[in-house]
């Protein structure tokens, strides 16, 4: 071995990392210290680069194995460029799914601070429908338009708070008024409400692809959506609809 060597004790104060951490780097093939006949650990320069490879490659986050293996076989790991647009495309992809735990996190506490506590159920179906964003932005943007797809989903945290409220606003119009009719004066204008809101989102492309979209993908949307009714309030939703349509026509979201 080149150069001055350290003990144990010695090497963990020059480099900052305590003598566990380096009994465990040895244990899993990171560190290779030379043995005297003693038994003591004698570490060299060589053992310092290493570890300052492994705490550099550490903080970017890969993992030891990957490490161990770029250190002490790196005939079988691809250069350090490529490790490195690998791990800044990882690195991304978790940043992405942090700040959309972030943005979650803020609009449930937003919809608590303003309607105060809510069913377990209901929080967990917001949750669920939260986390199906990405999908349901997709389904939008294929099969209605990338204007709808942008004014619904690529909005402010603000809004998309806003448009929590109104979701569940309207969760609970439908469970209370379906204990009545379908056609009172009050499920109309409810309907009406959230049909001229649904109207403001729609472009024109929008509200044409609709009448086309086959079946098949109504189910798909479906299964990417959860609703809080039961199969009674889904009869009665769509009773109510059904009304609403005959009478005043939907403002053209039927048209063709």
Same mark, same amino acid.
Do not use: C
């Given at each position: 071995?080149?150069?001055?060597?350290?003990?144990?004790?010695?090497?963990?104060?020059?480099?900052?990392?305590?003598?566990?951490?380096?009994?465990?780097?040895?244990?899993?093939?990171?560190?290779?210290?030379?043995?005297?006949?003693?038994?003591?650990?004698?570490?060299?320069?060589?053992?310092?680069?290493?570890?300052?490879?492994?705490?550099?490659?550490?903080?970017?986050?890969?993992?030891?194995?990957?490490?161990?293996?770029?250190?002490?076989?790196?005939?079988?790991?691809?250069?350090?460029?490529?490790?490195?647009?690998?791990?800044?495309?990882?690195?991304?992809?978790?940043?992405?799914?942090?700040?959309?735990?972030?943005?979650?996190?803020?609009?449930?506490?937003?919809?608590?601070?303003?309607?105060?506590?809510?069913?377990?159920?209901?929080?967990?179906?917001?949750?669920?429908?939260?986390?199906?964003? &990405?999908?349901?932005?997709?389904?939008? %943007? #294929?099969?209605?338009? /990338?204007?709808? $797809?942008? +004014?619904?989903? &690529?909005?402010?945290?603000?809004?998309? %708070? #806003?448009?929590?409220? /109104?979701?569940? $606003?309207? +969760?609970?119009?439908?469970?209370?008024?379906?204990?009545?009719?379908?056609?009172?004066? /009050?499920?109309?204008?409810?309907?009406?409400?959230?049909?001229?809101?649904?109207?403001?989102?729609?472009?024109?492309?929008?509200?044409?692809?609709?009448?086309?979209?086959?079946?098949?993908?109504?189910?798909?949307?479906?299964?990417?959506?959860?609703?809080?009714?039961?199969?009674?309030?889904?009869?009665?939703?769509?009773?109510?609809?059904?009304?609403?349509?005959?009478?005043?026509?939907?403002?053209?979201?039927?048209?063709?």
């Amino acid at each position: 071995m080149d150069g001055a060597t350290y003990t144990i004790g010695k090497f963990a104060e020059l480099s900052g990392i305590p003598i566990r951490t380096l009994h465990y780097y040895e244990e899993v093939g990171l560190l290779r210290p030379r043995r005297l006949p003693s038994g003591h650990r004698i570490y060299g320069t060589t053992d310092l680069i290493d570890l300052q490879k492994i705490m550099g490659l550490k903080s970017l986050g890969f993992s030891l194995e990957r490490i161990r293996r770029f250190i002490h076989h790196p005939e079988s790991e691809m250069n350090l460029a490529e490790s490195l647009k690998m791990q800044q495309q990882a690195l991304k992809s978790a940043r992405a799914e942090l700040d959309k735990s972030l943005e979650i996190v803020g609009r449930m506490l937003t919809l608590l601070q303003r309607e105060g506590e809510l069913e377990d159920d209901m929080i967990f179906l917001l949750l669920r429908n939260m986390l199906r964003e &990405d999908k349901q932005r997709g389904w939008v %943007a #294929e099969h209605l338009s /990338e204007e709808t $797809a942008t +004014a619904l989903f &690529d909005i402010s945290q603000d809004a998309a %708070a #806003e448009l929590d409220r /109104e979701t569940l $606003a309207f +969760a609970h119009a439908v469970k209370r008024l379906a204990a009545g009719e379908p056609d009172t004066a /009050e499920a109309e204008d409810m309907l009406g409400f959230y049909i001229q809101r649904l109207l403001r989102v729609l472009d024109d492309k929008a509200i044409t692809n609709f009448a086309l979209i086959p079946e098949e993908e109504h189910k798909h949307l479906n299964q990417l959506v959860d609703m809080p009714f039961d199969e009674r309030e889904i009869a009665w939703l769509d009773a109510a609809l059904a009304h609403y349509a005959s009478k005043y026509g939907l403002h053209g979201i039927d048209r063709e």
